[in-house]
């Protein structure tokens, strides 16, 4: 009878123990295909790369935390238009449906307001970083700041006293590519301008917009009809005895689409339509990236 017990108990614990193992091989199975999530990231200025070091995972879900539109790439780059402590959050789903979470504290750099009135008074222009400059010394126009984070394409000029901008020509590339539009020979690095704005700067005058038509990069231009005024400029400005400074602004709509960046090529002229000057010197566009 005791034999009979003990055999019964020694099943028992064998059963035991298998079940046990059996339970312990699957919770290791379990967990090896659970995702875990993490992240690194580096930075460039205000644009931020974020690197996925996260496992097990099919699918992935970021918020920037400025209540923007979330990602779902796996390796996101994201410019911020806020600065200060943000909270960056990844989470992380695997085929079963299982996710994993994590957030980090970034430190975005402050964002400048700057808002650009043209009226003469240059003060708001002190926080835009200069574009180009003609480190030469020669022709009229020295220098030049574009900002265009706004509805409209603001611009500064500065320059000798031979800058007048009664007449100019100003091209103007809107997609980025150098190789498309009317290509100018005085910038053979990088034109391409889609855009001509022909007349006087200063005066609000007659000026005229064009519109390129050439396929093949040539002197070929479209007038677009009641576009000049469109462009707002200030008076001519004396800095000082050595210095003269503008401002004009042109809404974005003038060029239906603008990609990538914004690309200016001046050419001053005389009352007689004589070359004074090309702005910049160098043979390609004083360029923003937007």
Not at 141 to 163: C, D, F, S, T
Not at 245 to 252: D, L, Q
Request: aromatic share 12%; net charge negative.
């Amino acid at each position: 009878m005791k034999k009979i017990k003990l055999t019964q108990y020694v099943t028992m614990l064998v059963a035991l123990l298998l079940l046990i193992g059996c339970s312990s091989d699957n919770a290791s199975s379990d967990s090896a295909t659970k995702p875990t999530a993490d992240f690194s990231f580096t930075s460039d200025g205000s644009t931020f790369t974020f690197t996925n070091l996260s496992t097990n995972g099919t699918k992935y879900r970021w918020d920037f935390g400025d209540l923007y539109f979330p990602s779902s790439e796996k390796d996101p780059v994201y410019t911020y238009q806020i600065g200060g402590e943000i909270r960056v959050s990844l989470t992380v789903t695997n085929d079963a449906g299982e996710e994993a979470f994590i957030t980090k504290v970034i430190v975005a750099p402050p964002i400048k307001i700057i808002d650009i009135i043209i009226d003469g008074d240059f003060k708001d222009w002190e926080d835009v970083a200069v574009t180009d400059e003609n480190t030469s010394g020669n022709g009229s126009i020295q220098k030049i700041k574009i900002w265009a984070k706004g509805p409209n394409v603001n611009v500064y000029l500065e320059g000798n006293k031979k800058m007048l901008m009664e007449l100019a020509r100003l091209y103007i590339n809107t997609d980025g590519n150098a190789q498309t539009g009317f290509l100018h020979s005085a910038w053979s690095e990088s034109s391409g301008a889609e855009f001509l704005f022909e007349g006087p700067i200063v005066s609000n005058g007659w000026g005229q917009f064009f519109n390129h038509t050439d396929p093949n990069g040539g002197w070929g231009w479209d007038a677009i009809a009641g576009s000049g005024a469109n462009l707002k400029a200030s008076a001519l400005i004396s800095v000082n005895d050595t210095t003269n400074a503008m401002e004009f602004s042109i809404p974005k709509t003038q060029f239906g689409t603008v990609t990538g960046s914004i690309g200016i090529g001046i050419n001053e002229l005389s009352g007689g339509w004589s070359d004074i000057a090309y702005f910049p010197e160098v043979p390609k566009f004083a360029t923003l990236e937007l």
